[in-house]
């Protein structure tokens, strides 16, 4: 389930899996998720503010108080140093890496957390259910 996959040894299958628990925690559309920058995050406040201009955001500024679990998950992040560096100095909070490389230099993308949902659709078909105290 996708607590294994949040402690997955694999850095792209642990990447993928926390941005798509992050996704349901806050009620994210994934674009959103794969989007997110590390400047958008207020660790004090516990919330995300994201632009009107970032995708996602659908032309508006958003303000998103996170839940403790939500806010834990970009705490554990911040401490275990993720996230991809794009041109600029631009940290994406989600990120994952080529063969070979060292540290994360691409931004996770809507099709990598839709494959996490598609592995928790079908255990959820199967019958498997995932105790929420499991989740992370």
Same mark, same amino acid.
Do not use: C, W
């Given at each position: 389930g996708i607590a294994n996959k949040t402690k997955s040894n694999d850095f792209n299958t642990r990447s993928?899996?926390?941005a798509t628990l992050f996704a349901m925690l806050t009620g994210l559309r994934p674009e959103a998720v794969a989007n997110l920058k590390m400047?958008?995050?207020?660790?004090?406040?516990? %919330?995300?503010?994201? =632009?009107? &201009?970032? #995708?996602?955001?659908k032309g508006r500024?958003?303000?998103?108080?996170?839940?403790?679990?939500?806010?834990?998950?970009?705490?554990?992040?911040?401490?275990?140093?993720?996230?991809?560096?794009?041109?600029?100095?631009?940290?994406?909070?989600?990120?994952?890496?080529?063969?070979?490389?060292? %540290?994360?230099?691409? =931004?996770? &993308?809507? #099709?990598?957390i839709t494959d996490i949902l598609r592995d928790l659709t079908l255990l959820h078909q199967k019958g498997i259910r995932v105790k929420q105290d499991h989740l992370y």
């Amino acid at each position: 389930g996708i607590a294994n996959k949040t402690k997955s040894n694999d850095f792209n299958t642990r990447s993928a899996a926390r941005a798509t628990l992050f996704a349901m925690l806050t009620g994210l559309r994934p674009e959103a998720v794969a989007n997110l920058k590390m400047h958008e995050y207020n660790p004090t406040k516990g %919330a995300l503010y994201i =632009r009107a &201009t970032e #995708g996602g955001a659908k032309g508006r500024m958003v303000n998103i108080p996170l839940n403790p679990l939500a806010d834990s998950l970009l705490q554990d992040m911040i401490k275990e140093g993720i996230g991809q560096i794009e041109s600029g100095g631009v940290i994406n909070i989600f990120g994952k890496m080529d063969k070979g490389a060292n %540290a994360p230099n691409k =931004r996770i &993308t809507t #099709g990598d957390i839709t494959d996490i949902l598609r592995d928790l659709t079908l255990l959820h078909q199967k019958g498997i259910r995932v105790k929420q105290d499991h989740l992370y």
